[in-house]
């Protein structure tokens, strides 16, 4: 079964510093990658996808994630956070030959941003 | 197109009524789903339509879940008898085939 792990479940930087969200997917082949990002109070928003290809992703807001099949990762990225990023950020992983049913969300990362 | 639309936004019932939400979807979205968020969990699948069909339930799905999208548009999900783990963020998604989902801003309801 496939399954997804956030191993940080709150994160706290300085706005301007760098950014890394970490995130391990376990499954049998090559999976479909995602990055949502969620307000409070709102729904999630995707940053980014990975499929196949270039193993370095780029998204919006500045996000980037990087494929990793070795290490099975697809770690968030962003050189210089602004204090708009706070928010909890979801990692999901599907099989590359079903739909979107197959989803597995990650429990989440919530970050904080300090002046 | 002013992205999925979710009604209502919150809602407070009491154990053992029925409660039904309502999802409009981007119009071009031929796939609808939907996925229930509990406090500090990521979003799990619960079901979803293609077109009129509902083509999938989860096994946390219960009998007392029903969803419908009688005309490939907009979709209800009801929940009869709620009980208080029924409370939950209940999230709505659409997409075009396969494409990423495009999330609602879902409906929180609080069992008392």
């Known amino acids: 079964a496939q399954s997804v792990t956030q191993p940080d479940i709150h994160i706290t930087v300085s706005e301007g510093a760098s950014l890394e969200l970490r995130c391990n997917y376990s499954?049998?082949?090559?999976?479909?990658l995602f990055w949502y990002v969620q307000s409070p109070g709102q729904g999630l928003q995707l940053l980014l996808k990975?499929?196949?290809?270039?193993?370095l992703v780029q998204g919006i807001k500045g996000f980037e994630a990087e494929f990793k099949r070795s290490q099975s990762s697809f770690n968030l990225r962003k050189p210089s956070v602004h204090w708009r990023d706070a928010a909890e950020y979801f990692c999901?992983?599907?099989?590359?030959?079903?739909?979107?049913?197959?989803?597995?969300f990650g429990t989440g990362t919530r970050l904080t941003i300090i002046p | 197109d002013t992205g999925v639309s979710q009604n209502p936004r919150h809602k407070i019932t009491k154990r053992g009524q029925n409660v039904t939400f309502r999802c409009d979807p981007i119009?071009?979205?031929?796939?609808l789903y939907w996925y229930r968020q509990t406090l500090g969990q990521g979003p799990e699948f619960l079901t979803y339509?293609?077109?009129?069909?509902?083509?999938?339930k989860s096994r946390l799905l219960s009998d007392r879940f029903s969803a419908e999208r009688p005309k490939g548009s907009f979709s209800t999900l009801e929940i009869q008898r709620t009980e208080q783990g029924d409370s939950a963020m209940y999230l709505c998604?659409?997409?075009?085939?396969?494409?990423?989902?495009?999330f609602g801003n879902g409906t929180r309801l609080t069992v008392t």
């Open positions: 999901a992983v599907g099989p590359t030959n079903f739909g979107n049913e197959k989803l597995t």
């Open positions: 499954y049998g082949a090559t999976p479909y």
């Open positions: 990975y499929f196949s290809g270039d193993t």
């Open positions: 339509f293609q077109n009129e069909a509902q083509l999938e």
């Open positions: 998604a659409g997409s075009l085939d396969n494409s990423p989902l495009h």
């Open positions: 119009s071009e979205h031929n796939r």
